[in-house]
């Protein structure tokens, strides 16, 4: 997984796969997911992603 966030445009990233894409969707306004022939999400894009507060990320590890 790679993300990445330009923060110019405030759009965010999420590149999950090195797969071709094959078809976008957009969920809303806002998120757009990129899907592989075999229909394994390849990326995901989010507009507005600091504004909508999808940025930044926040993960948490397992002790």
């Given at each position: 997984?790679?993300?990445v966030y330009d923060e110019s445009e405030d759009i965010?990233?999420?590149h999950l796969s090195d797969k071709s894409i094959a078809k976008e969707v957009s969920q809303d306004w806002n998120t757009h997911i990129s899907y592989a022939e075999d229909g394994s999400i390849v990326?995901?894009?989010v507009?507005?992603?600091?504004?909508?507060?999808a940025w930044p990320l926040i993960t948490t590890r397992a002790a």
């Open positions: 997984m790679r993300t965010l990233t999420i990326e995901i894009v507009l507005d992603a600091k504004e909508s507060g």
